[in-house]
């Protein structure tokens, strides 16, 4: 059985990495043009023979839920704070 983890995923340091770490400075060089916890990703990941593709959903405050992996909007985006203080818009 094959998982990919979010996908087809870029490879970064996992050493001292904890909830609030910003993994996206941590990536290695990447490897493919895939971004993780996209659809594009997740079908490259099955096209390359993953069983199963693992993603991270947080709720927002309008009760939807986002494909986001981060504990906090603060690395990737330009928020700040948690995903579930927003609303989808």
């Known amino acids: 059985l094959l998982l990919a983890h979010r996908g087809l995923a870029q490879t970064f340091s996992i050493e001292g990495v904890t909830n ?9 060089k990447p490897e493919h043009p895939y971004i993780e916890n996209t ?8 096209r390359a023979g993953a069983d ?6 947080r709720p927002t405050k309008d ?12 690395c990737r985006t330009n928020g700040k704070g948690e995903p579930k203080n927003y609303t989808m818009a």
């Open 20 to 28: 609030d770490t910003c993994t996206a400075e941590r990536i290695y």
């Open 39 to 46: 659809i594009p990703s997740m079908e490259a990941a099955f």
């Open 52 to 57: 199963i593709v693992e993603f991270d959903i």
């Open 63 to 74: 009760g939807q839920f986002a494909v986001f992996h981060d504990w906090t909007l603060d």
